[in-house]
């Protein structure tokens, strides 16, 4: 179950990353600005999230909904140690619930990760 979510929380990052150098080349290279990217930014971090809980939910094989839950809840447990011992700075309520509907993201990813890579057949 552990491997099951690090997989999907490496995935996530993995996206982000990925995402973020795109985002950084087309904002450097045209004249695009942040406030512009933002709805498609936030698009892209649930779909990442989303992916995220995929895997973690195709490699566990059952329980869809805590492997999507656990992965949502220690990238969330991640970014919040970055962002608290990093920068000083708490979440603010707006936070709260972006990272609340990130876990239940990666829990529906999670689920759907499961039913689609078999799951665990029971006779």
């Given at each position: 179950?552990?491997?099951?979510?690090?997989?999907?929380?490496?995935?996530?990052?993995?996206?982000?990353?990925?995402?973020?150098?795109?985002?950084?080349?087309?904002?450097?290279?045209?004249?695009?600005?942040?406030?512009?990217?933002?709805?498609?930014?936030?698009?892209?971090?649930?779909?990442?999230?989303?992916?995220?809980?995929?895997?973690?939910?195709?490699?566990?094989?059952?329980?869809?909904?805590?492997?999507?839950?656990?992965?949502?809840?220690?990238?969330?447990?991640?970014?919040?140690?970055?962002?608290?011992?990093?920068?000083?700075?708490?979440?603010?309520?707006?936070?709260?619930?972006?990272?609340?509907?990130?876990?239940l993201?990666?829990?529906?990813?999670?689920?759907?990760?499961?039913?689609?890579?078999?799951?665990?057949k029971?006779?």
């Amino acid at each position: 179950m552990g491997t099951a979510i690090l997989y999907g929380v490496s995935s996530i990052f993995i996206l982000a990353i990925v995402s973020s150098l795109i985002f950084s080349i087309l904002l450097r290279f045209s004249s695009l600005n942040e406030s512009s990217l933002k709805y498609v930014v936030m698009a892209i971090s649930f779909l990442s999230i989303f992916i995220g809980g995929f895997i973690s939910g195709g490699k566990g094989k059952k329980q869809g909904w805590l492997l999507g839950g656990g992965t949502g809840l220690l990238y969330t447990a991640i970014v919040f140690l970055f962002q608290y011992l990093g920068h000083d700075h708490l979440f603010s309520l707006k936070d709260w619930i972006y990272y609340a509907c990130f876990i239940l993201t990666s829990m529906m990813g999670g689920i759907l990760g499961v039913n689609l890579s078999g799951g665990n057949k029971a006779s």
